[in-house]
């Protein structure tokens, strides 16, 4: 089932918009223009940076042993990161050995869409028909569904239980004999 709302917009009113979009797009061109310039600086130190980096890396031949010889260098070392660490989600009851623990909770809540389809009429005028539509999703985070324009939709989204997300990382990670 469909809601739909009509809004009429009279031609002085879209006149006024109109300069008010114009003044707006001047100001935003000139903020573009210094962000960009500002931009295209720290592009610059930072591709410094990343040529310095590149210059001054050294990579560990063996990670079965700490060598000191590399101790406060940058260095550059591929293998397998390991732990003996248990993380634990007490709210959700999972324990397990692991790196990373993530908790990401979804709910199946109804979604309001909206879709609106302008007409301009005689003498300079529009109108606006928004039509909203309901359907229920998977989401990230709880609808407030007492916004919704349609009353037969308003507050159908019981939240029972908040769950947010949560990560957890552990504290012991090496790779070989180096720890991270």
Not at 72 to 80: E, K, Q, T, Y
Not at 123 to 133: D, I, N, P
Not at 153 to 176: C, D, K, M, T
């Amino acid at each position: 089932m469909a809601y739909t709302e009509t809004r009429r917009t009279g031609l002085g009113r879209r006149l006024k918009d109109s300069l008010g979009g114009v003044i707006a797009a001047l100001l935003l061109i000139a903020g573009g223009t210094i962000l960009i310039y500002w931009n295209e600086g720290r592009a610059a130190g930072t591709a410094g940076a990343i040529a310095e980096v590149q210059a001054n890396v050294v990579e560990l031949p063996d990670l079965t042993r700490v060598d000191p010889a590399f101790d406060g260098r940058l260095v550059h070392a591929l293998g397998r990161a390991e732990t003996e660490d248990t993380l634990e989600d007490d709210l959700l009851g999972v324990k397990t050995v692991a790196i990373a623990l993530k908790r990401s909770p979804q709910f199946y809540q109804w979604v309001e869409n909206e879709k609106s389809d302008t007409k301009k009429e005689l003498g300079g005028s529009e109108t606006t028909v928004t039509t909203y539509t309901y359907q229920p999703q998977w989401v990230s985070r709880p609808v407030d569904s007492a916004g919704f324009k349609d009353p037969a939709y308003q507050n159908r989204n019981p939240v029972l239980v908040r769950l947010e997300p949560a990560s957890w990382l552990a504290p012991r990670v090496s790779i070989g004999a180096y720890r991270l």
